[in-house]
């Protein structure tokens, strides 16, 4: 037992070293030459919990950065944050709090996106940064350790299609868009395929998505199985919902469509009663991947948890001042009769309902999200990341755009009739078909993270007008598909101590 707690501990403290990317204490603690690593990766039961630390990393928090945003480290919250940015820079989640201080407000002015010193902007590079080399340090060294090879198949696998799937994050943001059928010689992350101590220039978009895909094609021929600790861990089935995603971005239609197809082979809808139930667990059958928090954002800064930011219940001031509220526009939208209408109020509610006072009650205020527990440091959910429905909607998508409106149209009823029992097979056909899709996708995928990049890979302009922004705390209202400002400039904390990288 002690030895366990000896191998945990060293585990964890060289995960904690890892809080600056490519500095020079990660970067010695990824040393091939570190004693810890050959303690680590001396056998497959320890270098389990390497994995461990690695998938934990992806949705945990932390505070020990350069540049604080706004509000400090309650805005570094793991990927989790950077899902709400996604959406916070988009039209669906107006602010309605009008005070200067509220948390996001580098996301939803895009202030973040203007200035290479941004908290959030420097967090979003860095921690990408600390979990790729978390990842690395697995990929090196698992095929020495001891023990079965199908463990280590698996959490190389794992390890694999983590890497893949933050620099598909990276590429998305800090890259011009990607061009199908172009050379994408554009500049996008430094591709650290390996630990190593010497920092490197940026590579290309093209480069970069052919690392994602290699890095996804040999997770797939690793992780043959659907087994898996619990659903915050990687199986093929996320796997192959990350191909998907990928596809859809490249404009590889079939192969969007075959992947997606596969990924939902092992997943069911949910039920209407589910859909109401307040978005905060895995167990959840439709969830392909998501993020276990029982343990997670419990530990240390719960004020830059995913929950205390977006569930209806959340006892922070912040969200008290600035609850979670969806686009008047998008809600107009939604039939009355389908189920993603009433997770959401038109008028204003109740403020009988909330567990508190001092709560803005606004119409459209969100109900999508609900806390489990209602204690200040203890406000949790589990965190959806795939789910079966977006696999339908990149069905449908990939579909249309590769010239098979029937196809599309079905597989937009087989969605949204589980949703709306009113609703019935789509007559639309061409761009009007693509658009119903695409304002579904929405709809189904509000507060999931999704918006900014769909803007982004689709080329079209944000427009918050219309609706219930308020101008005077947006700052922002419509920023052109051209605009420079979708690709997020590279750090200046990167810039300073990479004498190597190329920036443009």
């Not at 991947?289 to 912040?318: H, P």
């Not at 009113?422 to 189904?444: C, F, H, K, P, V």
Request: charged share 20%; aromatic share 12%; glycine share 6%.
């Amino acid at each position: 037992m002690k030895i366990m707690k000896k191998i945990k501990y060293i585990i964890f403290s060289a995960l904690v070293f890892t809080l600056f990317s490519c500095s020079e204490d990660f970067l010695d603690n990824v040393n091939q030459n570190n004693p810890a690593q050959g303690v680590i990766f001396d056998n497959t039961e320890n270098a389990q919990f390497a994995l461990n630390g690695l998938i934990r990393s992806l949705y945990d928090v932390s505070n020990n950065f350069t540049n604080a945003p706004q509000n400090g480290f309650y805005e570094y919250g793991g990927y989790p944050t950077m899902m709400m940015t996604m959406d916070f820079l988009g039209e669906d989640i107006p602010f309605v709090g009008t005070s200067p201080t509220l948390r996001w407000t580098e996301a939803y002015n895009w202030g973040m996106i203007t200035g290479s010193d941004a908290g959030l902007l420097e967090y979003h590079w860095l921690e990408a940064y600390n979990i790729l080399n978390v990842a690395n340090s697995i990929i090196d060294n698992i095929d020495g350790a001891s023990g079965p090879q199908s463990i280590k198949d698996n959490i190389k696998g794992q390890a694999l299609a983590a890497r893949a799937f933050v620099y598909f994050d990276l590429v998305q943001l800090f890259a011009d868009r990607y061009e199908p059928g172009g050379a994408n010689n554009q500049l996008g992350p430094i591709l650290y395929t390996t630990a190593t101590q010497s920092t490197q220039p940026r590579n290309t978009v093209a480069e970069t998505y052919e690392l994602i895909n290699s890095d996804l094609d040999a997770a797939m021929s690793l992780l043959d199985s659907e087994e898996r600790i619990d659903k915050s861990y990687i199986n093929n089935s996320v796997v192959l919902s990350l191909k998907a995603r990928v596809a859809l971005v490249q404009e590889d239609w079939q192969m969007a469509i075959n992947m997606a197809t596969a990924a939902l082979a092992n997943y069911s809808l949910m039920d209407n009663t589910a859909y109401q139930s307040g978005f905060n667990s895995f167990n959840n059958d439709e969830w392909i991947w998501g993020w276990n928090m029982e343990e997670g954002a419990r530990d240390s800064n719960i004020f830059a948890s995913f929950f205390i930011n977006m569930a209806w219940n959340g006892v922070s001031s912040d969200v008290r001042a600035n609850p979670r509220v969806i686009f008047s526009a998008l809600y107009d939208f939604i039939p009355d009769t389908d189920v993603r209408s009433t997770i959401f109020s038109e008028d204003a509610p109740d403020p009988d309902i909330f567990p508190g006072s001092g709560y803005t009650v606004v119409p459209y205020h969100s109900f999508k999200f609900e806390s489990e527990v209602l204690t200040v440091g203890d406000q949790t959910g589990d965190i959806p990341v795939i789910r079966a429905a977006e696999m339908l909607l990149i069905k449908a998508e990939a579909e249309q755009r590769s010239g098979n409106d029937t196809a599309a149209a079905q597989t937009l009823f087989n969605l949204n009739s589980n949703r709306d029992p009113n609703y019935t097979l789509s007559t639309n056909t061409g761009q009007t078909l693509l658009d119903e899709i695409w304002m579904y996708r929405r709809a189904e995928l509000w507060g999931e993270g999704h918006r900014f990049k769909d803007l982004k890979r689709n080329n079209l302009d944000l427009d918050r007008s219309g609706g219930n922004h308020n101008p005077a705390v947006a700052k922002v209202m419509n920023v052109p598909a051209s605009d420079e400002r979708w690709t997020w400039l590279i750090p200046d904390v990167e810039l300073d101590r990479n004498p190597n990288i190329n920036s443009n």
